[in-house]
Nanobody, 124 residues
């Protein structure tokens, strides 16, 4: 069983930064693709970023390119999402997801395991 636990969410002013973390108990973590998704209030969940098992491939939604950075530390079984220049429209519940099919996907169905989410609120 794979468990993912997000942390690092909170309230921040526009223009500020947050770093989200997702700790995984996975088998083996180093062979998983990891993704971040978010669900803004009253909207569908959407792709934010993903990283391959080696960290050699990363991908981002267009609106996050240049502001967000995904990274992973396989020794700590943790994936991170550094978010800079935050905007009110970044307000959402952020979810970590994992997949073991060795592909970097953008869709929810590309991921088999999900965390419970962490709330990010960006005030204007």
């Amino acid at each position: 069983q794979v468990q993912l636990v997000e942390s690092g969410g909170g309230l921040v002013q526009a223009g500020g930064s947050l770093r989200l973390s997702c700790a995984a108990s996975a088998r083996p973590f180093s062979r998983s693709t990891l993704g971040w998704f978010r669900q803004p209030p009253e909207k569908e969940r959407e792709f934010v970023a993903a990283i391959s098992w080696s960290g050699g491939i990363t991908d981002y939604a267009d609106s996050e390119k240049g502001r967000f950075t995904i990274s992973r530390d396989n020794a700590k079984n943790t994936v991170y999402l550094q978010m800079n220049s935050l905007k009110p429209e970044d307000t959402a519940v952020y979810y970590c997801a994992a997949d073991f099919r060795l592909r970097v996907g953008h869709e929810e169905e590309d991921y088999d395991y999900w965390g419970q989410g962490t709330q990010v609120i960006v005030s204007s």
